[in-house]
C-alpha cells in the first residue's frame, strides 16, 4: 500500500485528517488538512499544544476517514513562526490508536500497586504504568515477571494507594454520605487513600528497550471507590493540559525552526 499517495490524494480533495498523539496517556488531537506533498513528505498546520507534542514525542499519527489504515509517520521538522509540520517515513499503525473509550492517565509520581493473583497468597508490588474509570497498567521488570500468573484472564485483586491530596477529596465525600455508605469508602491506612478492586488481565506486552512488561488489567471500581478514582483521573486531566500547555509556551518563547 502506497501511503505517500493515498496522502497525495486526500490533499488533491482537501478532505480532513487528524494528528493524534498520547501525550502522558492522555490523548491528544488536531483536525487539519494537508497542505502541501512533496517527494516523501507532507507539511500539515497544526495548533501551538500539538506543536509541543510533536516536538518532544518526534512522531504522530493520521487519522481519516479516507485514510484505510492509522498512518505512524516521523517528525521531519517543525516552523513556529507558521504553526507547520512537516511528517515523512509513513508505515502502517496498530487501529486501535485513537479508539480509546476511556479517559486514561498517567501517575506524576510513583504509585507501587500491590497485586494478589488468584491462587497465589503472594502480593507483588508494580509501578503504575496508566489507570482509567475501568482499568490499569502496571510495569514488571523482566527478572521479576510473574508470567504464569500475568496470562490475559487471570483473576486478581488489585491495591492502589493514591497521592496524599486525594485524602481531602474522601474526606469531603465522607461528609456527604450516610454511615452506610461510609462503609464502602476506600481505606485511608497511613494517611493515604487506598482503593482496591477485584479484576483480570487483559493484555500483557514486552518493552524490549525497557527490559519490562506492562500488564493490562480490566477493574471494577464498585461504588465511592469509583467516585474516587474519577476524581483522581479529573485532576491528572487538568494537570496534563496545564503541562503541555507550559511545554508549548516554552518552546514559543523560541521562536525558530527545530529539527
Known sequence: MDLLNILRQIARDQSSIRLMNIFKGLPISYDTNIASVGASEVQVPCSKNHIACLY???????????????????????????????????????????????????????????????????????????????GASVFFESTMFPGRLS??????????????????KVRKLVKKEDSETRKVLPSTPGNRVVVTA?????????????????VSVQLSFKDLSRMVILQYISHRQTEIIQDLRVLSEDLYKRKENIR
Open 56 to 134: 518532544h514525542q518526534g512522531e504522530t499519527y493520521l487519522i481519516g476517514d479516507d485514510i484505510p489504515v492509522v498512518i505512524r509517520s516521523k517528525v521531519v521538522r517543525l516552523n513556529l513562526a507558521k504553526d507547520y509540520a512537516v511528517f515523512s517515513s509513513f508505515e502502517s499503525a496498530q487501529d486501535n490508536i485513537g479508539k480509546r473509550m476511556q479517559i486514561r492517565v498517567e501517575p506524576d509520581e510513583l504509585i507501587m500497586a500491590g497485586i494478589e493473583f488468584k491462587g497465589s497468597s503472594f502480593e507483588f508490588l508494580a509501578p503504575l504504568a496508566d489507570i482509567s474509570a475501568n
Open 151 to 168: 496470562r490475559p484472564g487471570n483473576e486478581l485483586t488489585m491495591s492502589i494507594p493514591l497521592p496524599d491530596f486525594m485524602i481531602h
Open 198 to 214: 477485584r479484576g483480570k488481565v487483559v493484555a500483557v506486552n514486552p518493552e524490549a528497550n525497557a527490559n519490562r512488561y506492562r
